[in-house]
């Protein structure tokens, strides 16, 4: 039992458990690390690359996600989600068509996959959309400027150098003003700003966002011999409610992405973008007798090259006086956490299906989520946040023996929190369960019992002389050891 062979135990199977363990923990560290790191943030981009549209044009944003795989992107506008798309490539594009003021913002996408298991990568960097105002060289602008005030707004040409402003129109907030025979000296930015009340005293309001306009020559009208969509109603008897509401079907006959117009009369009233989708569907809400109407729908191929208009043929649109059923979408609002599960209903006055939209008041398309009788129940499974917004329903009801569409139901709005067990998604994040801890936690064991040994075999193996041949030592000879 020499000090010697205590501190070398060369021939000890002991002597290899630490670095075994050791081997053993950082090579679990690192395997489940691997299989459990962040996805790859995305990156946008916009063509064309200035992140510039025109007024009533169009832009594309590309997402591109670095990975292949079945994956879900959504492209938002500043907080507020504004599309979707399910794709197995790694690239994305979202088209904004028929652009506004109302599309300026500040842009970025995510994407989420779904196996092994569901993960969302972090959002891309910003890409900043601005909207150039288009005329045509001796139209007239129309400009509208709104402020929570019933007082004046006033509307500036506004200098490059930040500082100078040009007069150049005033009216009520709210209201549109009309600037005549506008030509190429017109073009530049613009802002406008109102008069508002504050405890009795008027001041200013803050300057609005830019308008920046552009001067230009007159459209090109329909051009080319591009195939005809095809155009119907659902219900197929084209009759619709007062207060209900009517789906418009327009069925595309060639590939790539498209924009697709609805137009009522002479009036191009909804603008969609799609990828391969060989229809696209319009829903028009609270139908009036203004709704009778001939409608059309028309479409612009954008990929893989950019093609010529195209004109479906006219079908009507019959409203019948009679008031349209109501259905009603339960619960009105809901909060879930992240991963849960959230059981809805549409319920109406008839034995037909009824079906679950998630609604979007930009573009008066509704994207189908659900379909099922009146009065059963729908389970949406595993919510996230891109499953954020608002959500309606309507039903199919039979009236004086035809089919037709009941009235939106209300408006659910879908909120979706942070999971509460920080503490164990932090833990997941990390890579390590319990069963790895207690690898660890062995290994630690293992470790201090060998150190332990060696130190205490050390120790004995150096007495100090003066002990010998006292069996009992006394304190002070304790502490002088």
Known sequence: MGGKELWSCSTCPSGKILPLFIFFGWGLLTKNGEAQGSMPKPSISS????????????ITFK????????????LFQNAKKVAT????????????????????????????VFRPRRRKSKPSDTLHLTILARVTEGSDLHITCVADTNHTCFFYGYGDDGYS??????????????????????????????????????????????????????????????????????????????????????????????????????????????????????????????????????YETLRPKKGPLS??????????DIQAPASVLHPSSAVVTEGSNLQVTCTANTDHHCFLYEYSDDQYSLR????????????????????????????????????AFSALSNIMNLTVTERQNDAAAEVT????????LLVLGFSIFFIVLILSSAILGGCLSKKDPRLQGKPTPSLLELQAF
């Open 429 to 436: 994040k990390k890579g390590i369960d319990h069963s790895q």
């Open 63 to 74: 997402c591109d996600a670095h990975v292949h795989g079945e994956k879900t992107f959504y």
């Open 368 to 403: 189908r989520q659900a379909e099922t009788k009146s009065g059963i129940t729908i389970s949406m499974t595993d919510v996230t946040r891109c499953d954020e917004g608002p959500y309606v329903c309507h039903c199919i009801m039979e009236v004086n023996g035809m089919l």
């Open 165 to 298: 402003q040009t007069y150049l129109a005033k009216g009520k907030s709210g209201t549109t003003v009309s600037v005549p025979n506008m030509t190429r000296h017109n073009m530049g930015k613009y802002v406008c700003h109102c008069f508002v009340e504050v405890s009795g005293t008027l001041a200013i309001s803050a300057p609005s966002n830019f308008l920046e306009l552009t001067v230009s020559d007159a459209d090109i009208g329909l051009s080319g011999n591009a195939p005809k969509p095809n155009i119907t109603f659902e219900p197929v008897s084209g009759t619709g409610l007062q207060g209900g509401i009517v789906v418009v079907k327009c069925e595309i006959p060639v590939d790539g992405e498209k924009i697709v117009s609805l137009i009522a009369g002479s009036e191009k009233i909804y603008v969609v973008t799609t990828l391969s989708e060989p229809a696209v569907y319009f829903t028009l809400i609270n139908l009036s007798v203004a709704s009778t109407r001939s409608y059309r729908c028309m």
């Open 85 to 112: 798309r399910p794709i197995s490539e790694p690239t994305a594009h979202f088209t904004l068509a028929n652009l506004t003021s109302r599309h300026a913002g500040n842009y970025r996408c995510i994407y989420e």
């Open 47 to 58: 063509d064309p690359a200035s992140g510039r549209g025109l007024q009533g044009g169009v």
């Open 311 to 320: 004109l479906s043929d006219e079908i009507h649109l019959t409203i019948l």
